[in-house]
């Protein structure tokens, strides 16, 4: 038994792997626990970091370093490309007041934790970790401990730093939920209300492609091509059916109308009184269930890389007569496919037309859902080394003694947002399915937050001198509370959100997925998750920079 003694306890790269394996998997179902519906999930992997190193059970520090930044590295690159198609997204929809309101809530936070260092005499390492514990964001976390790490502070510092931070993570968990329930009797919300408000509220403004049926009854339009209507509009529509002489057909833009045709159009909702102007009345028809149609609907996804770096219109396979693409649904937004979108991996493409014409499309764009299963790794590992390079870029500031860096979690997030978005462009792209993201996200955060864990837990005993352990939570209490109270009101009176959508700016400000599960279990909508997608990741880089500033100005 004495090897057994000596593999756990003497430093070696195998005594590091199962340190690690043994901290991972009992913090994992650990955080399966609930108290109040409520569960701390990955964090209890920090928890138990601590608690071995407390132990006296040390690591092997080089081996424990390149884990700590490579998890780090992983869990925020992953967050990045499942949140990137959505940021993108939610930029159409007002999101400078929303990301303001959010940025507001981040520079709150930041005000109270240096007015507390003046206040209390704690050290601003300790003051650091308070709030970065106190609004749950782990990668400030990281990007405090790295700046100290490049002004050459004590380790202690590193190490108070973490422990103040998960002194007050779970304060931070349950405060974060606080406020929002502290918001929902100072508003007076009725949840029921507020849910039929949205409900109508997305009737409204939803922007997805609609179906109708018009009968041509415009007399200038007979005899003419269909493209004819296509070029009096300023937005693409799609006619996915077409009743033509006794026939229900797929048209193409050169078929030639006649009197008494039926259309069935895709568009946008806003474009339906145009196409109604230029056409005719709506058709009391409904060429999707008519019985002499011989078409059929299919939604094929794309899973052909070759199909993936041309515009739609460029791809020749695709100009054939009998199937009409009608839709296309990406990153849950839908729109109307047109010639100058470029097809991406996982695109949800609906088609129409005959068997022979949806084979065909089918053939031509995969939809052979085992190839989405194998990620391509290749474009990852570079975006990950771009996402490097551009965190280490030295920004310099006023007279400050080092150079600001947006660091291995700032970097890698934004890169990862760009291509998310905009990698398929050139050549790299990013598409990995739900759960290989997720056990992407998952590794990472473990490795790092067991990191911390283990180079800490020999200080525990510090924290709790005195009054310091009471004094930390109440002030990670009020960073945690008052900027979320104090903006949530801000933006109900003079911006007019809506309570769920207060939730999801909330929630995105804290970077907390708990309170997000939270809002939308209240909800029952999307509208939280929305708002989050679309403030997180300006708040992830400002708390990063916020936590890198605070280090680098007072210590």
């Known amino acids: 038994m004495d090897w057994l003694i000596k593999l756990i306890t003497e430093e070696s790269i195998s005594q590091t792997v199962i340190v690690f394996g043994l901290a991972i998997a009992i913090g994992i179902w650990l955080g399966r626990l609930r108290l109040f519906g409520i569960s701390l999930g990955v964090t209890w992997v920090l928890f138990m970091g601590i608690a071995l190193s407390y132990a006296g059970i040390i690591i092997h520090p080089e081996t424990g370093h390149f884990l700590k930044e490579f998890g780090l590295i992983l869990f925020v690159y992953s967050i990045g490309l499942q949140v990137g198609p959505g940021f993108f997204a939610s930029l159409k929809k007002n999101a400078i007041v929303t990301n303001g309101l959010a940025a507001a809530v981040v520079l709150l936070g930041v005000v109270l934790t240096v007015l507390f260092y003046y206040l209390s005499g704690q050290s601003i390492s300790v003051m650091t970790g308070i709030m970065s514990g106190a609004v749950t964001n782990t990668p400030g976390l990281g990007a405090a401990q790295a700046a100290a790490k490049d002004l050459h502070l004590a380790a202690t510092d590193s190490s108070f730093i973490t422990l103040a931070y998960a002194l007050t993570y779970p304060f931070g968990v349950f405060g974060i939920i606080g406020a929002i329930l502290i918001l929902k009797l100072l508003l007076r919300v009725d949840l029921e209300k507020e849910r039929e408000f949205h409900r109508k509220l997305e009737v409204l403004r939803s922007n997805r492609p609609v179906s109708i049926h018009l009968k041509l009854e415009n007399k200038q339009l007979i005899g003419q091509p269909l493209r004819a209507i296509f070029d009096l509009l300023k937005e693409p529509i799609v006619v996915s059916r077409m009743f033509h002489k006794g026939s229900i057909i797929t048209p193409t833009p050169q078929i030639i109308l006649s009197e008494d045709d039926v259309l069935l159009i895709v568009a946008h909702k806003e474009q339906v009184p145009m196409l109604k102007l230029i056409i005719g009345e709506e058709a009391s028809v409904n060429l999707k269930e008519a019985p002499q149609s011989e078409l059929i609907s299919r939604i094929i996804v794309v899973t052909q890389p070759l199909v993936t770096h041309k515009r739609l219109g460029d791809i020749a396979a695709l100009h054939q007569h009998d199937f009409t693409l009608t839709r296309l649904t990406r990153a849950g937004v839908e729109m109307v496919p047109h010639g100058d979108i470029i097809l991406q991996l996982g695109d949800n493409l609906k088609v129409v037309g005959t068997k022979e014409g949806v084979n065909l499309v089918t053939k031509t764009v995969g939809n052979e859902m085992k190839r989405l299963d194998v990620p391509d790794i290749a ?31 700032g970097g890698p997030l934004i890169i990862a947002l760009l291509l998310s978005r905009y990698g398929n462009n050139i050549y790299l792209n990013q598409y990995t399915t739900n759960s290989a993201n997720l056990m992407l996200r998952e590794l990472g955060i473990a490795l790092f937050l067991a990191s911390v864990g283990l180079s800490s837990g020999q200080n525990l005993h510090h924290a709790f001198e005195g009054s310091n352990a009471w004094q930390w939570v109440g002030m990670g209490l009020s960073i945690t509370i008052l900027p979320l109270v104090i903006v949530g009101l801000i933006a109900h009176q003079f911006f007019k959100k809506t309570y769920f959508e207060i939730c999801g700016l909330l929630s995105g400000a804290s970077t907390d997925p708990p309170a997000l599960a939270f809002s939308t279990q209240l909800a029952k909508n999307e509208v939280a998750n929305v708002t989050y997608a679309t403030v997180y990741p300006l708040t992830m880089i400002l708390r990063i920079i916020a936590a890198q500033l605070l280090i680098l100005f007072l210590s």
């Open 379 to 409: 474009p990852i590992f570079l975006g990950i080394v771009a996402g490097v390079i551009l965190g280490s870029i030295p920004l310099y500031f006023f007279n400050m003694p080092v150079p600001v860096k947006i660091g291995l979690a």
